[in-house]
């Protein structure tokens, strides 16, 4: 499958659905209940939120959509294994944390999603083990078992600020026997918002910054009715595309708080922007070539690095962009030269020679965040682009065919 695109301006009003990263975390932990959660704001047409509840389907729990909101619920319990033929995610270490907590085993397909680098998942492993389990793998699958029949609280060091084990950590502990110290968590917005779930579900956590999570563990949890954050990602994605267009884009249910450092960066690079009482009003304006390193929260982020690629292409001299977390995530660097495009990488370091116009070509999806950065270059072509593995985009951008078409009618 492919999408293909060429030069337009992007003009009108778009509402930011809800947050992609988030709502994988708020299913993992649906498992940890057998009451029933609601979740509104929620992006069911994301290919890979379809994948998780499928697998929550698989398990055990009864599934039930409508529009931007999702209703979980069982009968039976859940399954401790889970029996998977499909495309597998990289969620499910956090499906195995919440089984391996809940029902004290677990066994999930190794993990997918994108290939970032060396994404491996030893952290998850180490946490796993330091709460009482025993984690091997066997036959294409993720196995963990707690000793005692149970997990019992321990404190955690993670040796770095990783998101996902951070989620596990919070997962995992919440129903665990005594209270789990998380040092050198990393806090993001998603991070907050699962807690914040848990909590209204009964849960005992308590966020000291990025010094540590203190997770008192409960005997059980209660069902929720609880609302997904907005997606900083998709906020982020059209306000870059307005500037790269010349456009004049309206962004409703703009997460203000979660992109602080990235806006700051962006006005100073040349976007024009003015805050509505719930969005960002984005009026085009000039890039400027920009020099960042990716870093934690509150920070730019891994994922966003190839939109300020983009960006950075399209403005008139010399960009740079270090990914801290991901060195040498710059493969798309190379299907962005194919449409004219001037890079070289220099070690951990990605340099983007802009101004250049950008001409047609056929270019390949190679991760979520790498098409979404090759159709935003393809949208100031004057030749066609043609964007191949295009479900990679989907994965994470719902109902991205109308609502481009709602801003480029």
């Known amino acids: 499958m492919s999408i293909t695109i060429s030069k337009t301006r992007l003009q009108g009003k778009v509402k930011v659905g809800g ?3 988030s709502s994988l975390r708020l299913l993992a932990a649906s498992l940890l209940t057998s009451e029933t959660l609601s979740l509104e704001n ?7 939120v379809q994948v998780h509840l499928e697998m929550l389907g698989v398990l055990g729990k009864r599934i039930s959509t409508f529009e931007d909101t999702v209703t979980i619920s069982e009968d039976f319990g859940v399954k401790s294994v889970l029996e998977w033929n499909g495309r597998s995610i990289r969620n499910t270490l956090l499906i195995l944390g919440a089984l391996t907590t809940r029902t004290g085993e677990g066994r999930v397909p190794l993990p997918g ?12 492993v180490m946490l796993l083990e330091q709460l009482g389990a025993e984690v091997w793998e066997e036959d294409g699958y993720l196995c963990a078992k707690a000793k005692a029949g149970h997990l019992i609280a321990n ?4 040796p770095i600020r990783s998101t996902g084990a951070t989620e596990n950590s919070i997962i995992a502990a919440s129903i665990a026997r005594g209270t789990t110290t998380l040092y050198n968590p990393h806090i993001r917005p998603e991070i907050i918002d699962l807690v914040t779930m848990l909590n209204k579900m009964g849960a005992k956590i308590q966020v000291f910054g990025q010094k540590c999570i203190v997770i008192e563990g409960v005997e059980g949890l209660s069902g929720v009715k609880h609302s997904v954050i907005p997606d900083n990602m998709e906020a982020l994605t059209w ?4 500037v790269i267009t010349n456009g004049d884009v309206e962004i409703e249910n703009f997460p203000f708080d979660h992109l602080e450092v990235p806006l700051i960066f962006l006005e ?3 976007m024009k922007f003015y805050k509505g009482e719930n969005s960002l009003i984005v009026r085009g304006g000039t890039p400027y070539p920009v020099e960042i390193s990716t870093g934690p929260y509150p920070g730019i982020n891994s994922d966003m690095q190839p939109l300020f690629a983009v960006y950075g292409a399209l403005s008139k001299g010399e960009s740079k962009i270090v990914d801290m977390r991901f060195p040498g995530r710059y493969a798309y660097a190379n299907e962005l030269n194919k449409m004219g495009v001037k890079t070289e990488v220099r ?3 990605l340099v983007i020679h802009g101004g250049a116009p950008l001409n047609g070509a056929t270019v390949k999806a190679l991760d979520l965040r790498a ?3 090759l159709l935003l270059a393809g949208m100031t072509c004057e030749e066609e682009v043609v964007i191949e593995d295009d479900w990679q985009i989907r994965r994470g951008y719902e109902y991205l065919d109308e609502k481009l078409i709602q801003l480029t009618k």
């Open 19 to 21: 947050a992609k990263n």
């Open 42 to 48: 929620f992006p069911n047409g994301l290919l890979d």
């Open 113 to 124: 999603g994108c290939k970032l680098g060396e994404r491996k998942f030893d952290l998850h």
């Open 155 to 158: 404190e955690i060091h993670l």
């Open 239 to 242: 306000a870059i595309g307005s």
């Open 268 to 270: 100073e690079s040349g």
């Open 347 to 349: 070690g951990d370091l």
């Open 371 to 373: 098409g979404i950065a």
